[in-house]
Nanobody, 114 residues
Framework: VQLQASGGGLVLAGGSLRLSCAQSGTTFLINNMAWYRQAPGQSRELVAGFSSVGSTNYADAVKGRFIISRDSAKKTVDLQMNNLRPEDTAVYYC?????????WGQGTQVTVSS
């Protein structure tokens, strides 16, 4: 399984960005996929994700601002980030988990300036 993340960049506070994670190496989109982020000096944290049964969960800090979505045909999982704040600045990683194994994308930098 390979994961390719894209869509990061520099944005002003209050702006929006859309991240995309493209999965390859399988014929199907893995159900358990999620976005994590890691800010400088901090541990990696879950931002939003899909469970194995398709339900979504969000970190409290992003509820109401971020939306995770998936396209099984394209094998992509996107993260729409609205009303961005400087504290959202981090490297964002996509993750897939299946059968006790886990894979990470390469990360994409999101910088929110005030």
């Amino acid at each position: 399984v390979q994961l390719q993340a894209s869509g990061g960049g520099l944005v002003l506070a209050g702006g929006s960005l859309r991240l995309s994670c493209a999965q390859s190496g399988t014929t199907f989109l893995i159900n358990n996929m999620a976005w994590y982020r890691q800010a400088p000096g901090q541990s990696r944290e879950l931002v939003a994700g899909f469970s194995s049964v398709g339900s979504t969960n969000y970190a409290d800090a992003v509820k109401g601002r971020f939306i995770i979505s998936r396209d099984s045909a394209k094998k992509t999982v996107d993260l729409q980030m609205n009303n961005l704040r400087p504290e959202d600045t981090a490297v964002y990683y996509c993750n897939a988990a299946l059968g006790g194994r886990s894979w990470w994308g390469q990360g994409t930098q999101v910088t929110v300036s005030s």
